[in-house]
């Protein structure tokens, strides 16, 4: 194989960003965090908070993984957040968990839990997408065709150690979320700890308004509340 045929085979992936900061949400939170954006969802959720990877997705960088493990490596941050997008749609993230986990970094996906990869990580930080998600227009058929995988589900809490973070309007939700935890057969007992129910917000205001409510809610019910110090800091401003 040529130079130039093996420079095409590499694996690669199509970055948004890659930028330090706290890890914003669910059991992790306020801890000093690299962050790995992948561009590309095959949702659009019509609260998305990172429209520029899904909704009007931007070209990216195509970025070899070899590259890009290195430039995270060089970084001497502990923690790394891959997330989107869904950056579980691109085969690359696979070695590059793989690459980073055999350099002792700890590597949290964040995923809607619609597509299984082989992963090498120590947290799935699963986000499973409601009907409160679903947008008017074109995507919608196709957004609520997909949003719920359910062998996908079932694979990753069985293969990862997870955390699970539902984005919560109002009380209207729980019945749902209820209903999911149940057909999964998860969130039970001291499992409810591993559940963070999370306003749904994109401003700082909208955060500091829904926030005790969905506080209570979480606590009412024995799951826990999830933070999303992002949101409660910067709003929807980016790399941050
Ligand atoms: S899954 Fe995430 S990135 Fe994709 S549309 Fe929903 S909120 Fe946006």
């Not at 659009?44 to 290195?70: F, I, K």
């Not at 090498?120 to 009907?131: Q, T, V």
């Not at 973070?165 to 969130?187: M, Q, S, T």
Request: charge should be neutral.
């Amino acid at each position: 194989m040529s130079e130039f045929v093996r420079t095409l085979a590499a694996p690669s992936l199509r970055l948004s960003e890659v930028f330090r900061s706290i890890q914003g949400e669910g059991e992790l939170a306020g801890t000093d965090s690299l962050f790995v954006r992948t561009i590309g969802c095959n949702l659009r959720c019509r609260w998305c908070d990172t429209p520029y990877t899904s909704h009007a997705p931007e070209r990216g960088e195509r970025v070899a993984v070899d590259d890009l493990a290195e430039r995270i490596l060089n970084e001497d941050c502990e923690h790394v957040v891959l997330t989107g997008g869904e950056p579980l749609l691109t085969p690359g993230v696979v070695p590059l968990t793989e690459a980073l986990r055999a350099a002792g970094r700890h590597v949290t996906i964040e995923t809607a839990g619609t597509v299984f990869r082989p992963v090498a990580a120590d947290l799935i930080s699963l986000s499973p997408k409601l009907s409160n998600s679903t947008p008017d227009g074109r995507w919608a058929a196709r957004h609520e065709a997909t949003r719920d995988a359910p062998a996908v589900v079932a694979r990753l809490l069985s293969e990862f150690d997870y955390q699970l973070k539902f984005v919560v309007e109002g009380p209207g939700d729980l019945p749902e979320i209820e209903r999911w935890l149940a057909d999964h057969n998860v969130g039970r007992d001291a499992g409810r700890s591993r559940v963070f129910l999370m306003p749904q917000a994109r401003t700082a205001a909208e955060y500091e308004r829904l926030a005790p409510r969905v506080r209570a809610l979480a606590e009412a019910l024995g799951f826990r509340f999830g933070p999303r110090l992002h949101v409660a800091r910067w709003g929807d401003r980016r790399g941050v």
